[in-house]
């Protein structure tokens, strides 16, 4: 049944970043939605396609592949509201650097160990922005909790495989699509929160 896992993964993971584009392109709010995070995983992920192809993981492919178009479709839609992070553009064009010759110097093993810390740096400005934003609305919970499913079946395929970097990537993941999920319900009562005092304070107006 464990090698069923990278499939299940594949069935949240094509779809993933769906939830995102169809919000900000009916809303255009991107209120909480970092261009930094749209644009690391894009990278990452063609990145962990590598990875994947290389260590064998044929049905990883898919989820990898589809997280780089979808991510990327993304990053150019905040990029073409505006909210694009313009400090953050060279060390993502160094981390990328990086990536390349990682895999050109040690190959699998050098572009896994790299990939390892770069759930991390990827999921970091995603948390950053959602936090100190007071009302992210833009974020799409859609997306989040595929993430969730995503990750969570990685995070036990890794331990299943032994594979240091899959688990670092599925508790990360896990991690961070909770925490993500967290801002945006509570986002969400303070939302309603703001809506009923106003009722309120028309009502008795």
Known sequence: MLDLLPIAAAVFGIPQYLPQILKLRRTGDTAGISWSWATLTSIDNAAWFGYFMASGY????????????LAGTVSVMLVRRGAVNRRAIGWICGWAGLLVIATVVGGRIGLGTLLAAASIIQVTP??????RTSRPTGISQGTWALVFGELSCWFVFGLWKTDARLITLGVTGVVASLLMLARTQRA???????????DEAESRA
Do not use: D, E, G
Not at 58 to 69: C, D, H, I
Not at 188 to 198: H, L, N, S, Y
């Open 126 to 131: 995603s948390l950053w922005t959602a936090y």
């Open 188 to 198: 969400k009562r303070q939302r309603t929160v703001t809506i009923t005092a106003v």
């Open 58 to 69: 044929w049905t990883a492919s898919l989820p990898s592949t589809a997280a780089t178009m």
